[in-house]
């Protein structure tokens, strides 16, 4: 990233795990663009994770926080705004989990109390991040908020199983609280849905490595990679999309518009025959 578009710009991190998380490769090249961010995830994440070694290369202070809890979060947005003494101008809600995917639950057997766990990770976690930042006004004016998302918050996928209802309703909080922040502080709020991603979290999904290969297939210009999705959400970030909001944007390749691919039709042709 040759332009420093996010020059003078702060925010927070959600999320970055390791190298294959998309805030992790998103955090590099935020710095790259010039912005300053503090890293944040829980602190069994912390634990897991390689965070330590991101926080070096990008010279950024690291907060461990639940997202989930009012108290931690108050504690981060407060540390942030201490840290760079100014309001923030961009935030990314990369997190998601599904303890049925991970005991391998049906999605017509569920669990419901790990349901209503995962739902408070995934989703009801970036509205009560917002509804932080908002009491706190801690946005700076054309300030950019971003979750992301997948297309199974629109369509089926069997085995994404409850992470499908997880990702609906983040694209719902997104719409809601994302006019409320744009009538009162003229700040934006989206939503990106990406192509399937080889990611810490992505390779739980059962069946993961055979719908990346037909998303490849589908997709007129093929999967985008993390490394896309990091550029796109510096986009997002950046001051010539300030007035793109609301929007569930999606960064696949196209593959939310294929009904279906050549490549496709001849995989099934071949097998008729």
């Known amino acids: 990233m040759s332009h420093k578009i996010l020059e003078g710009k702060k925010g927070i991190?959600?999320?970055?795990?390791?190298e294959l998380s998309i805030a992790w490769?998103?955090?590099e090249v935020i710095k790259q663009a010039g912005g300053e961010f503090i890293l944040t995830n829980a602190p069994v994440a912390l634990r897991m994770g390689k965070i330590d070694e991101l926080g070096k290369n990008t010279n950024s202070k690291i907060f461990a926080a639940d997202a989930t809890?009012?108290?931690?979060?108050?504690?981060?947005?407060?540390?942030?705004?201490?840290h760079f003494d100014s309001k923030l101008d961009f935030i990314l809600h990369s997190i998601g989990m599904s303890i049925n995917v991970r005991k391998g639950k049906h999605y017509t057997?569920?669990?419901?109390?790990?349901?209503?766990?995962?739902?408070?990770?995934?989703?009801?976690?970036?509205?009560?991040?917002?509804?932080?930042?908002?009491?706190?006004?801690?946005?700076?004016?054309?300030?950019?908020?971003?979750?992301?998302?997948?297309?199974?918050?629109?369509?089926?996928?069997?085995?994404?199983?409850?992470?499908?209802?997880n990702k609906a309703l983040l694209e719902s909080i997104a719409r809601s609280f994302?006019?409320?922040f744009g009538k009162s502080k003229q700040v934006r709020v989206n939503t990106i849905s990406q192509s399937p991603t080889i990611t810490t979290a992505g390779k739980g999904v059962e069946g993961f490595n055979e719908f990346l290969?037909?998303?490849?297939?589908?997709?007129?210009?093929g999967n985008a990679s993390s490394e896309d999705c990091a550029n796109y959400i510096v986009a997002m970030f950046s001051d010539y999309t300030k007035k793109v909001t609301l929007q569930n944007l999606y960064n696949d390749g196209g593959y939310s518009s294929v009904?279906?691919?050549?490549?496709?039709?001849?995989?099934v042709k071949d097998r008729i025959e």
Request: no cysteine; glycine share 4%; hydrophobic share 45%.
């Open 213 to 221: 290969s037909f998303s490849e297939k589908l997709s007129p210009l």
């Open 69 to 82: 809890n009012l108290d931690d979060l108050n504690k981060l947005v407060e540390f942030t705004l201490n």
């Open 109 to 165: 057997d569920l669990n419901y109390d790990w349901m209503a766990k995962g739902s408070d990770v995934s989703a009801v976690s970036f509205h009560k991040l917002m509804q932080t930042l908002y009491k706190k006004d801690a946005m700076n004016k054309w300030g950019s908020i971003i979750a992301l998302s997948y297309i199974a918050a629109q369509r089926i996928f069997p085995n994404y199983n409850d992470m499908a209802d």
């Open 259 to 267: 009904g279906v691919s050549q490549e496709i039709l001849d995989l």
């Open 13 to 18: 991190i959600f999320g970055a795990l390791d």
């Open 178 to 180: 994302g006019y409320f």
């Open 25 to 27: 490769k998103t955090a």
